[in-house]
């Protein structure tokens, strides 16, 4: 099994800057891929990026325009998503996910999620 677990998310002011985290246990080198979510009241998820453990990267680059980054550290077992010049339309819940089935963009290909942790962007 894989246990996600994410931390770093909580209100910061536009502009500002925010690293989230998801630390993973269980089956972690044996998934594929790493994946963040994001998911605002009323709307549907939405891929924000998704890396491998050998560090190939994918990006939703119509939502972020270049201001997030995905990074992992295989010692710790933690994925890592850097946010910074934020917005406001940024405010949602952001998941993390792991996948076996493959580096992907859709939620339907992740088999695990966390819990998610809020960012709120205030203006």
């Known amino acids: 099994q894989v246990q996600l677990v994410e931390s770093g998310g909580g209100l910061v002011q536009a502009g500002g800057s925010l690293r989230l985290s998801c630390e993973a246990s269980?089956?972690?080198?044996?998934?594929?891929?790493m994946g963040w979510f994001r998911q605002a009241p009323g709307k549907e998820r939405e891929f924000v990026a998704a890396?491998?453990?050998?560090?190939?990267?994918?990006f939703n680059t119509d939502s972020v325009k270049g201001r997030f980054s995905i990074s992992r550290d295989t010692a710790k077992n933690t994925v890592y998503l850097q946010m910074n010049s934020l917005k406001p339309e940024d405010t949602a819940v952001y998941y993390c996910?792991?996948?076996?089935?493959?580096?992907?963009?859709?939620?339907?290909?992740?088999?695990?999620w966390g819990q998610g942790t809020q960012v709120t962007v205030s203006s």
């Open positions: 890396t491998t453990w050998s560090g190939r990267t994918i």
């Open positions: 996910a792991a996948t076996f089935r493959g580096l992907a963009a859709l939620s339907e290909g992740y088999d695990y």
């Open positions: 269980g089956r972690t080198f044996s998934s594929d891929a």
